[in-house]
């Protein structure tokens, strides 16, 4: 009887559709069905007391040869690599994709490992290892769902993300992740007839958790379709955005809030600066009488030094609360105007007549287009732009100036280039800050106010500013115009 028992099972293990594979403790093939010899393209007994990582292409042996390591230390009876296709070796080197079953047999105190191998064909190959990472996945909850939304199939993700199991997700309808109050709005119904009719509906949106939660979701719904081209249901992909919402509101809280400090701030400078002009013109006439009415050159010399550095220090402070005054007051009335860009620059050449023979400056303006800008505003950016130009030279060198437009798509960007001192590279942010200069008032006149000025300006329509330069060599200014300025820009500054 024994001996019939054997030989059944010998024809069970040789009449398997499975490779079959029996190795030893140390991977050692010690047994193996004519299936397996069949599959691999190995005579009879040829794979008997070889490693079974003849069997694997060379470069999964050496990790193979671990995860035979850790199996052999903890046998159980599982898929090999969680149910995912792997790929093996015939004996002529091509290759193969297979499933592997694994079970540890215990024999006295020897521990044997039964491998049965399954061929696949390489569709079959795709689809399992396509709906193994739809079911490992766990950062998206990917569902399927019939024509009517009813949930059939799920991913891990559905549990990491929306907190149901398998049995308490399947057979309920889509319509469960939304609020009540796009329930009632009816949101799941439109977003999968939209899904109908566009083959996909996209949405950002609160969605619930099975315990009652919110989590801010992106889903994105897709009619599927079998061969036959029959509409036979949706997928759901949900990702779970709470964090990157709750960062982007977070942002969006700080940015309102410094508009509105901005402005607080804004308004207190042309406060500060229209109230100080009044003491401070009460302080130059003062100054002013005392002059006429004192004959200040009987005064000691001491004295006479004193008056001279206040009145110079009384009228550089009068430049200061100007700017200020200027700078607190730029856009208040801006009104978008279609400019010629060419006129403007004539403009501002005709004002800096003075300053541009007494530097014996040469200036280059390029093709200059016609748009629509805050025409007031824009002349004092050249303005600014041009005189600093004008006044950051090198001692003894003529000042070379370029302007140029070009059309980069979406903006205008304007350049001026000069031959200039320039800017070290660790200023090159600084100076858009107001009250910020960068050399001694003796050397060089000036306020610091001139290219917050223009940063304003810039920002009012939608662009930016920056500098490029090479100090000792000269710098080149860019701002940029946003073609289309929208109504929110226009309103910005106000
Ligand atoms: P101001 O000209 O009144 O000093 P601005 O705001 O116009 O104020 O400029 C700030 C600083 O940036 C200047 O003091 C100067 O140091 C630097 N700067 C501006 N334009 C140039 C330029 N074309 N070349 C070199 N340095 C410049």
Known sequence: MTNDLHKLYEAVFAASPDAVVVVDYLGIIIMVNDKTDSMFGYDKQELIG????????????????????????????????????????????????????????????????????????????????????????????????????????????????????????????????????????????????????????????????????????????????????????????????????????????????????????????????????????TVTSMIDLIVEEEDISKLNEDTQTYFTFMEEAVSRMRDLVKGLLDYSRLGKNKKLVKTDMNKILDDVQMDLSNQIQSVDAIIEVGEMPTIKVFDVEIRVVFQNLISNALKFIKPGKAANITVQAEDTGKYWQFSIQDNGIGIKEKHLNRIFVIFQRLNTEDKYKGTGIGLAHCNKVAEMHGGTIWVESEFGEGSTFFFTILKKIKEEEVSKGN
């Open 50 to 281: 070889r490693s079974v990582e003849v069997l694997i292409p060379e470069r999964f042996a050496r990790s193979h040869q671990d995860y035979r390591q850790t199996y052999s230390d903890h046998p159980v009876e599982r898929q090999m690599h969680n149910g995912y296709v792997l790929s093996a070796l015939k004996k002529d080197s091509s290759e193969f994709h297979v499933e592997i079953g694994l079970k540890p047999i215990k024999i006295g105190r020897k521990t044997f490992i039964v491998a049965s191998i399954k061929e696949l064909s390489t569709k079959k190959t795709i689809e399992n290892n396509v709906q193994k990472m739809i079911e490992d996945v766990q950062d998206f909850a990917i569902l399927f769902t019939d024509i009517d939304g009813d949930i059939t199939n799920w991913n891990k993700g559905v549990k990491r993300i929306k907190g149901y199991s398998e049995d308490e997700i399947i057979g309920q309808n889509l319509q469960i992740f939304h609020t009540t109050e796009d329930r009632k709005n009816k949101k799941h119904e439109k977003l999968l007839d939209e899904a109908i009719r566009n083959g996909k509906a996209e949405d950002e949106g609160w969605r619930v958790r099975k315990d009652g939660s919110k989590f801010w979701a992106y889903v994105s719904i897709t009619a599927i379709h079998d061969d036959l081209q029959h509409f036979i249901g949706f997928s759901q992909i949900t990702r779970d955005l709470t964090q990157h919402k709750t960062a982007e509101d977070l942002l969006k809280h700080q940015a309102d809030g410094l508009k509105v400090k901005n402005k607080e701030l804004e308004h207190f400078a042309y406060i500060a600066s229209h109230d100080l002009q009044e003491p401070l013109s």
